[in-house]
Every structure is written in structure tokens, then in C-alpha cells.
């Protein structure tokens, strides 16, 4: 089964500082990997997706994701943090998963993001 | 179009009560999710659905049931609430062509609480 470990569970930066959120995937073979943002309250959204073809990602917001098959991560970026970057997100990767699907989500247990003044 | 719609937002329930979560999307997308947030955790998979009249378990099924009779709607129910299905529950759907991957849309969540 697929799996992803979420390095920090609370990232703090400063606006206008950079991000770097940290993911670390186990697949047996290429994987499909997803950036989700949750705002407080709200559903999730995707940032951004790696299917097998640009290792560089550019999702929304300015953010953007390299996938290293060597170092089997899929970071997310972001050069300048903005106030309203806070939230928590979830680096995800596609199946299959505990149940056997080849399109079950696999979540990691999310990063949260402050961003102080 | 209003996305992938929730009801209700809010619910306490009492131990051993039922309930049915509710969840409808316009988008005509087939597939169709339900996932459960526990408190600093990921999302996990509790059931899915491929179109119209098939669901299938996912990871966490024990004391749910799904049901799809059509495209829009995909409503969970609890039979026998229990402290443990405390949560926030996601429902999400996508359209996903054979071999294609596209992103799962999510509603706004149904916070639950059992006492």
C-alpha cells in the first residue's frame, strides 16, 4: 500500500519568508501525488498534482512542488508566505490504498501552517 | 454550479441514535467519496462509490452504509452512533476517466458529535 509521512505537523514562518513544507511518500511503483490546503472551516482544496510528467509542479497561490524519486519527497514551496497562506495542508498520494483501490486517497497527517505578522 | 453540498454542517447525536449524513453533487461526476477527519489526522477513506447503484468499502467502514441510486446524491448513515464516529466528515467526488487522474472536489464537512 501507498503511504506518505508528513515531516512537521507545525511549520511557523514569517510573512514574506519562505515555505517549505515537507512530504515523504513510500509507493512501490510511480505514484500520483497531491498537495491539499484546508482553510479553517472549510473543505479541501488541491494546490497541486504530480502525475508522471513535469517533476517541477506550479499549483495555485505560487505554490509549487518537485517530486525527487531518489530522495522519494514531494515538498511543497512557496517563496513569499502571505497572511492568508495559513491553513493546514495535507500531502496526498493516489493508490492503491488499505482498501485495495487504485483511486483511494492515501492522506498524510497534515502540516500546519502559521504565518505571523 | 454549487459544487459538492453538505448537510447538515453541525450534529450531536446521543449513543445508540441514527442519523444519514447527506451529500449531493452537480458537477455529473461518477465517483463519489466519504472520508472521516479525526482531531490531527488525515483523511481516511470510509466508502466510495463508481457511479450510480456501486459502492465499495474503504478503509474505515465498520458502522456506516452508503447507498447511490443516483449520480448526484451519496448519503452515509450511522445506524448505532458511537462515541468513536466523532469526527468531521468529507464528502468529495470526481470525474475519473480510465486512466486519467483527476482531483477530488470536497464539501465543507458535517461535524459530528456523539455523546
Known amino acids: 500500500a501507498q503511504s506518505v509521512t508528513q515531516l512537521d505537523s507545525h511549520v511557523s514562518v514569517s510573512e514574506g519568508t519562505p515555505v517549505l513544507l515537507r512530504c515523504n511518500y513510500s509507493s512501490s511503483y510511480s505514484p500520483s501525488l497531491f498537495w491539499y490546503v484546508q482553510h479553517p472551516n472549510k473543505g479541501l482544496q488541491l494546490l497541486l498534482k504530480?502525475?508522471?510528467?513535469?517533476?517541477l509542479v506550479k499549483g495555485i497561490n505560487g505554490f509549487e512542488a518537485e517530486f525527487k524519486k531518489s530522495e522519494t519527497s514531494f515538498h511543497l514551496t512557496k517563496p513569499s508566505a502571505h497572511m492568508s497562506d495559513a491553513a493546514e495542508y495535507f500531502c496526498v498520494v493516489r493508490g492503491p490504498g488499505a482498501s485495495g483501490s487504485a483511486r483511494q486517497l492515501t492522506f498524510g497527517s497534515g502540516t500546519q501552517l502559521t504565518v505571523l505578522p | 454550479n454549487a459544487g459538492v453540498t453538505q448537510t447538515p454542517k453541525f450534529r450531536i447525536l446521543k449513543i445508540g441514535q441514527s442519523m444519514t449524513l447527506q451529500c449531493t453533487q452537480d458537477m455529473n461526476h461518477n465517483y463519489m467519496y466519504w472520508y472521516r477527519q479525526d482531531p490531527g489526522m488525515g483523511l481516511k477513506l470510509i466508502y466510495y462509490?463508481?457511479?450510480?447503484?456501486?459502492?465499495d468499502k474503504g478503509e474505515v467502514p465498520n458502522g456506516y452504509n452508503v447507498s447511490r441510486s443516483t449520480t448526484e446524491d451519496f448519503p452515509l448513515r450511522l445506524e448505532l452512533a458511537a462515541p468513536s464516529q466523532t469526527s468531521v466528515y468529507f464528502c468529495?467526488?470526481?470525474?475519473?476517466?480510465?486512466?486519467?487522474?483527476?482531483?477530488?472536489?470536497f464539501g465543507p464537512g458535517t461535524r459530528l458529535t456523539v455523546l
Open positions: 462509490s463508481v457511479g450510480a447503484g456501486i459502492t
Open positions: 468529495a467526488s470526481s470525474y475519473s476517466p480510465t486512466y486519467e487522474i483527476n482531483e477530488q472536489f
Open positions: 504530480y502525475t508522471s510528467a513535469a517533476t
